[in-house]
């Protein structure tokens, strides 16, 4: 049945996300959700929603989250746009700004949805090697031929952070390349960059409520960047969907952002988390680097990694292993709940004798 297929369709490499399981008594720790809820104000909020307005379609610029994102950066809502998830923000953005004569640049090891959007929107791309240690060298992207520059910052699945001036000397330096910083983790350790959105008008920031707002179930996310980015992002969603998030979106969105004391009280405990099992996991032998990030990404260097990954999953523990080149033999471990990592730190006592 694939001849009815595009030849685009056939050549495509799709995405794989991260195991949803349907397992009780799972201890869920891959796909880097926030083990704890969303504020009671964003149930709140979706709840007053749950009317006879769902008859109608919702509001196609989604100003209430646009107003409630500027008012949290200090932006104008000219310098928002939202989506549905920070994935079809990126969506927009790559077919948007990223699609040049000269290729697209980002690192050899990142989020693995970057060369799927460039195979689905034929956007030729070039990829620069994070150093020994897992790190972004800024130099290299200074220097590179580049259309156009994406960076995940804390990277995925590293972890590891670029601090804000290297950001900064990024944009300063190529101030004719759009430069685009994926920020779905920088609530648990990094500096945003959006401030220097409003002082370099190459620079685009990304970011996602799915985690440190716990709405990975929801689907809303945003970017922030100079306005004429952003009417270009705007022409790009008006020309696919005109209504990307729902009445209950905009309004349970709207609503996380205003929650600025649920924010920081369940991300400060996310991080206090990692931190602890951080130490837990280096008694036992691990290379843990330090994380920015609401995971970690750790490595044994006497124990196979997809041995481990199995053995915790006949344990009703799932981590995520990635079998790609260099980090083969790492593990991602999203932070959960204080007794969720210590049945991780239980299982991998019993596991390694």
Sequence with gaps: MSAYWSDLVRN????????????????????????????????????????????????PNSDLF????????????????????????????????????????????????????????????????LTGDFSINIDDYIAAEAGAIILANPNAPTSRLLVLDEIERLVAARPETVVVVD?????????????????????????????????????????????????????VKNSFNSYPLDRLANAGAAAAMDDTDWFNETRQKVIASREHLSEQLRDLGFEVPASAANFIFVRHPRQDAAALAAALRARGIIVRHFKLPRIDQHLRISIGTDAECAQLTQALREILG
């Design 183 to 235: 920020e779905a983790y920088i609530d648990f350790g990094g500096v945003s960059a959006v401030p220097l959105t409003q002082r370099y008008p190459n620079l685009l920031v990304i970011q996602t409520l799915s985690k440190s707002r716990s709405l990975a179930g929801l689907r809303a996310g945003f970017a922030v960047g100079h306005p004429v980015l952003v009417e270009a992002l705007e022409r």
């Design 12 to 59: 495509l490499t799709p995405y794989v996300p991260g195991e949803q399981p349907k397992l009780s008594k799972l201890v869920k720790l891959n796909t880097n959700e926030n083990p704890y809820g969303p504020s009671p104000k964003v149930l709140a909020a979706i709840a007053a929603e749950t009317g006879e307005s769902l008859k109608l379609y919702p509001d």
């Design 66 to 129: 646009k107003r409630a994102v500027a008012k949290f950066f200090s932006v104008n809502t000219a310098s928002v746009f939202v989506g549905n998830g920070s994935d079809e923000v990126l969506a927009h953005v790559f077919l948007g700004l990223l699609k040049h004569d000269k290729p697209l640049v980002f690192a050899d090891i990142t989020y693995s949805f970057y060369p799927v959007y460039c195979g689905l929107y034929d956007i030729r791309y070039t990829t620069l090697p």
